[in-house]
């Protein structure tokens, strides 16, 4: 059986902007003593294993040790409250890294997959913006960053371990606040990206 799934992806963390943990291919340590992300994928198209995906939005929250590449993470999958009871199956042994892809290779980095539950989810992209809200208890935003006088979007090239891709637009997060799963955070000037994705295993 194969899958794919291709859309669009945003994110904020708990460090400051840019996170290091990003552009250093998790070598360096996060800029506080955690690494708290909301990792949002809306997916435009999808197949895995014969279930449509098209259409569905997708949140991965985790925490994280200051240094990465320690591991015993934990990790939380939502999945909009549209989505079928197969849909969120299917989703989640992607997003577990259980079907291969990106994910798989984050997989062994998670010591507690906190499981999966369905969420009022709203990501509005546009203007060189984005914003996202989950519930009523988390609002994330994203503003892309520009060279002077309104020149070209600046972007991460080269992004190794990061699995949106290699190419991470900067969207700096003005002010961030989320509680998911029992991680809380909030913030401003937080780091933050958005990019395309496409996936397939």
Known sequence: MSWTLNGRYVENCSCEAICPCTWSNLARPATNDFCRAVLAFQIESGDVNGVD???????????????????????????????????????????????????????????EFLGSERASIDLDRGGGHWSLRIGESSSLTGTVMT?????????????????????????????????????????????GFEAPFSWAA
């Open 53 to 111: 995906v098209s259409g569905r939005t997708v949140v991965l929250a985790i925490s994280t040790p200051k240094q990465m590449t320690d591991g015993n993470w934990q990790a939380g999958l939502l999945v909009d409250e549209s989505a079928s009871d197969d849909q969120i199956d299917a989703l989640t042994g992607v997003f577990a890294g259980q079907l291969g892809g990106p994910m798989a290779g984050l997989a062994p980095l998670i010591g």
């Open 147 to 191: 060279g002077p006088e309104g020149g070209e979007a600046v972007t991460l090239t080269g992004i190794v371990a990061h699995p949106a891709g290699p190419v991470l637009t900067v969207t700096p997060g003005d002010s961030v606040h989320w509680s998911l799963f029992g991680f809380e955070y909030e913030g401003t000037d937080r780091s």
